[in-house]
């Protein structure tokens, strides 16, 4: 169970902003958050750390920010890792009973586990997290737990995340090399922001998360429970900027000013002729840009990145089945109009994800940027009270089997 008090935080190196947030576990074995911290990211490309000593300075800054706010000491940290090199995938295992009409083992099922956990690692990565999904006996029945049942064949069914040992290797340093904090172990981004924004009825249900970054956009996508799908797009907010920057022939920082306070992921009838003024800089004459203009490159590079994932997802079951619909999270998350988008790309229905059965200040749980670190730590506390069961196959992931079952 809970251990009552026990601090847990989640840190996120993300393309933009650094983001801390750290939860402690209550008598009653309640979630609530206690402090956070944030900071601007540099030395980080699309998700991944490629200047580790600027981007351990923000690092340190935004876990200074998080100590002070919650008065603790932060001696270990769920790290969030993304980026093009993550690869998911379903494997299936198969383990053969040894002997004709014997009832399965829970080490049947181990090895079985072992087997699917262990296929299609290529070199040069490591398995970041895996779930299991179900089994089967003798090729038909399916199980959610094999274990007594009669049969000659067990094969098990998991959902993989891996990523690049020297990529994850650089964003462990970015946090253990410039401060004594260690890293407890790294989660995949997505996994982290749906933990914290679906409920377990949604997850039955069956639900999409798009976390929409600065330079990526993670997706997971779970059905009865169980995460059925996940990855990474290398494209987020950053891109629309520099769209906007070569369409509009602006300087990159007004592109990004421009993007915030007059944006939209798709067109409207007050666009269509207005016109924005743009004050004179370095030199240069004002201008006058066409709202229409500026909302059209935006809507074009959106309706193409949730098409990328639509079509990604194209070919699964379960995203048909996704009665609960879409939930859109990350500072991308914010740009009007997005959630009418997506609406019609995926025909399913869709909202904006709100942290969910977590206590603390509303203006961190409303934030969209900080679910991804909440949702870490939602992952420690999960870790932290998994008991040991029969039927729990522990050895496959660090959480409970039925990953996303508890709220």
Not at 358 to 379: K, Q, W
Request: glycine share 10%; with cysteine; hydrophobic share 40%.
């Amino acid at each position: 169970m809970f251990s009552p008090g026990q601090i847990l935080v989640g840190l996120e190196i993300g393309t933009s902003k650094i983001c801390v947030a750290v939860g402690e576990v209550t008598d009653a074995g309640e979630l609530t958050i206690t402090g956070f911290g944030q900071a601007r990211s540099r030395g980080v490309l699309k998700g991944e750390v490629v200047d580790v000593e600027k981007a351990g300075e923000d690092v340190r800054e935004a876990l200074a920010q998080a100590e002070d706010m919650a008065d603790v000491e932060i001696e270990g940290v769920f790290l969030a890792v993304t980026g093009n090199h993550i690869r998911a995938l379903n494997n299936r295992g198969v383990h053969s009973i040894p002997t004709v009409d014997r009832k399965i083992t829970e080490e049947d099922a181990h090895e079985a586990l072992r087997n699917a956990k262990g296929n299609n690692c290529p070199p040069g990565y490591e398995i970041v997290d895996s779930v299991r999904q179900d089994f089967r006996v003798d090729q038909h029945s399916v199980y959610e737990n094999p274990v007594g049942v009669v049969g000659a064949r067990i094969e098990a069914s998991v959902h993989v995340i891996q990523g690049s040992s020297r990529k994850m290797d650089l964003s462990r340093r970015a946090v253990e090399g410039p401060t004594p904090v260690r890293v407890e172990k790294a989660v995949f981004s997505g996994l982290a922001s749906a933990l914290a924004v679906l409920t377990t009825e949604q997850k039955d249900q069956g639900a999409l998360v798009l976390d929409i970054g600065g330079g990526t956009t993670e997706y997971a996508l779970f059905q009865k429970g169980l995460l059925r799908h996940s990855g990474v797009l290398a494209v987020g907010g950053d891109h629309v900027s520099n769209d906007l920057a070569l369409g509009l022939d602006i300087p990159l920082s007004l592109a990004e000013e421009l993007k915030l306070t007059l944006g939209a992921a798709v067109m409207d009838t007050e666009s269509e002729r207005a016109v924005h003024t743009i004050p004179g800089i370095q030199g240069l004459p004002e201008r006058r840009v066409s709202l229409a203009h500026l909302r059209r490159i935006m809507a074009l590079r959106w309706e193409e990145t949730l098409e990328l994932i639509a079509r990604e997802l194209a070919e699964s079951q379960w995203l048909r089945q996704a009665r609960a619909g879409v939930f859109l999270c990350g500072g991308g998350a914010r740009t009007p109009g997005l959630d009418a988008l997506a609406r019609r790309i995926f025909q399913l229905p869709v909202a904006y994800g709100h942290v969910q059965n977590v206590s603390g200040p509303m203006d961190v749980l409303e934030n969209p940027e900080f679910a991804t670190a909440i949702g870490l730590v939602r992952y420690g506390a999960m870790r932290s009270r998994q008991q040991p069961r029969r039927w729990s196959f522990p050895l496959l992931s660090s959480l409970a089997p039925r990953f996303g079952r508890q709220n």
